[in-house]
């Protein structure tokens, strides 16, 4: 390499680059960031928001929450399917899931 004093033009465009790294390192950082709010946010949810009138049994927790024509269901992380009356709001059927290993191979 030889010793020669930098051009004018050089020297401007080294400082393009060095603002253009920079900023692009700003950026980085920030998406970083947004990543890691959104997986808290996301695994910090406490489970599907149920309409008020369904009341879980004692100790039961929703994991999934879905509604047909006149019933919902909900998914209980004990392995328990509830049927709800949409008119009542009273359990209508209980149906237990086999937590077992999976079996489709």
Same mark, same amino acid.
């Given at each position: 390499?030889? @010793?020669? /004093?930098?051009?004018?033009?050089?020297?401007?465009? *080294?400082?393009? &680059?060095?603002? *253009?790294?920079?900023?692009? =390192?700003? =950026?980085?950082?920030?998406?970083? $960031?947004?990543?890691?709010? $959104?997986?808290?946010?996301?695994?910090?949810? =406490?489970? /599907?928001? $149920? /309409?008020?009138?369904?009341?879980? /049994?004692?100790?039961?927790?929703?994991?999934? %929450? =879905?509604?047909? @024509?006149?019933? %919902?269901?909900?998914? !209980?992380?004990?392995?328990?399917?509830?049927? %709800?009356?949409?008119?009542?709001? !009273? $359990?209508?059927?209980?149906?237990?899931?086999? &937590?077992?290993? @999976?079996?489709?191979?």
């Amino acid at each position: 390499m030889t @010793d020669e /004093p930098l051009k004018p033009e050089d020297a401007a465009n *080294l400082r393009f &680059l060095r603002v *253009l790294v920079t900023v692009l =390192t700003a =950026t980085m950082i920030g998406g970083l $960031l947004v990543i890691i709010a $959104l997986f808290v946010i996301r695994f910090s949810d =406490t489970g /599907p928001d $149920l /309409p008020d009138r369904i009341t879980l /049994p004692e100790g039961a927790r929703a994991s999934a %929450y =879905t509604q047909g @024509d006149g019933w %919902y269901a909900v998914v !209980t992380q004990a392995g328990e399917i509830l049927i %709800y009356s949409a008119a009542t709001g !009273t $359990l209508r059927q209980r149906i237990p899931v086999d &937590l077992g290993a @999976d079996t489709s191979n």
